[in-house]
């Protein structure tokens, strides 16, 4: 299965690339809304190669016809162009609903529309998955914690999140989109699944999304120097996008209800993770320090002994691996965009 996956990550058709083929009772209809961004397109690979049929809707903000551009002519595939903040009715078993930007430039940019996407867009999915009676896993995120004074963050933590700061469009979207679904499951007996995914990387992340993964390589590779804001004492963890994958197709069939945290608890400040990163290009630039964001989470590092009780599930992936083989696809793409090689 891996290597299936990473052959269409390198390109390949669908053509060349088996699915397994299930009986009727076993092949599900499912939708994923923002599929084709970075972690969508991730967990449609996974879906198709199981079988099943998926129906992709995305309205292209930050996602791209080339993330699933592979599946596009397979018999179980479908995408659909169409803006979550419009009603849509089709038919389907499963929802897994990723639609919404994800990195601060993105979300930060139109925070009408991202407030619109989290409320709006999953009111829509949630009366779809309520008239079709499917089951509707949210891609939540640690944000619902924002700025948290407990660590390592557990799920039972209520979090400590500015309702009128920068990150709020974000932070409280998801949040209400939390409570619409356990609204939804209490009125109206929608099954719910709802993951609170921590900071996520690897291929097929944009390059210019803003974050933290992408800044340092594209800098690590161009020889520019890296940039930290603020003094690079802040910490994160960060997990490899197939271990979240494994996450949330264990959490939508399995049957726990409550919020879940995926990622993965190895902890670092980011002065660390620049050096890393740097390490891994084998570059030798600089790392100078900008000015600190404001409402910028101090700390952060997920608590996943739920995940691993409830789901058997924990990460796989090595930081050092991850990295590789996310430079490795920057550096292609980097290529492609200037024609010329890079290092
Ligand atoms: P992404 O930007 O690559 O994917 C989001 C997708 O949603 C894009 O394809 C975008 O075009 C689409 N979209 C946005 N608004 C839409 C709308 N109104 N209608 C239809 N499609 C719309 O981001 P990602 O990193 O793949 O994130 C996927 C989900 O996971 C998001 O919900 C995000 O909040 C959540 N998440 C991601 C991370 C992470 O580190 N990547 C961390 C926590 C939570
Ligand atoms: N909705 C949708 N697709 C469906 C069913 C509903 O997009 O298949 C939308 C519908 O337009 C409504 C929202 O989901 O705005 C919430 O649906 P619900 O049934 O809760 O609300 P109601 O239609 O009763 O207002
Ligand atoms: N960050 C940084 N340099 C960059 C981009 C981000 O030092 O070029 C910091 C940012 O201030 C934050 C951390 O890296 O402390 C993670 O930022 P990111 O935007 O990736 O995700 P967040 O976890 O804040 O949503």
């Given at each position: 299965l891996e290597k299936k996956i990473e052959n269409l990550q390198s390109g390949a058709k669908h053509e060349f690339v088996e699915v397994r083929k299930l009986n009727y009772k076993d092949r599900k209809r499912i939708l994923v809304t923002g599929g084709?961004?970075?972690?969508?397109s991730h967990l449609v690979d996974r879906l198709m190669v199981d079988g099943h049929e998926v129906i992709v809707v995305d309205n292209y903000f930050t996602g791209r016809k080339k993330n699933?551009?592979?599946?596009?002519?397979h018999e179980n595939f479908e995408l659909i162009h169409h803006d979550?903040?419009?009603?849509l009715f089709i038919e389907v078993d499963q929802v897994y609903h990723l639609a919404s930007p994800a990195s601060p430039p993105h979300y930060m940019y139109n925070p009408v529309k991202t407030i619109k996407t989290n409320t709006v867009g999953t009111i829509n999915m949630l009366g779809l998955a309520k008239r079709t009676r499917a089951t509707l896993l949210l891609a939540s995120t640690?944000?619902?914690?924002g700025d948290p004074e407990v660590h390592p963050q557990a799920e039972t933590y209520w979090g400590h999140v500015n309702p009128i700061g920068p990150r709020a469009?974000?932070?409280?979207?998801?949040?209400?989109?939390?409570?619409?679904c356990y609204s939804y499951a209490k009125q109206e007996n929608v099954a719910v699944r709802v993951a609170r995914i921590f900071n996520t990387y690897g291929t097929r992340m944009h390059m210019n999304d803003g974050r933290v993964v992408s800044n340092f390589i594209l800098q690590a590779l161009q020889n520019e120097p890296m940039t930290i804001y603020g003094d690079g004492q802040q910490t994160r963890s960060f997990q490899y996008v197939s271990d979240l994958v494994d996450g949330l197709i264990l959490l939508m069939n399995s049957n726990y209800s409550q919020p879940v945290n995926l990622g993965n608890p190895e902890e670092h400040t980011i002065r660390e993770f620049a050096e890393m990163?740097?390490?891994?290009?084998?570059?030798?630039?600089s790392i100078v320090n900008k000015k600190a964001v404001m409402d910028d989470p101090k700390r952060r590092k997920p608590d996943i002994s739920l995940a691993n009780k409830v789901l058997g599930w924990k990460p796989r992936v090595s930081l050092a691996d991850g990295l590789r083989k996310t430079v490795a696809y920057f550096k292609k793409e980097l290529e492609l965009r200037t024609g010329d090689p890079v290092k």
């Open positions: 084709a961004g970075f972690v969508g699933v551009g592979h599946w596009i002519g979550i903040v419009n009603p640690s944000e619902v914690y469009c974000y932070d409280e979207g998801k949040r209400v989109a939390e409570t619409l990163i740097r390490d891994v290009v084998g570059g030798k630039n």
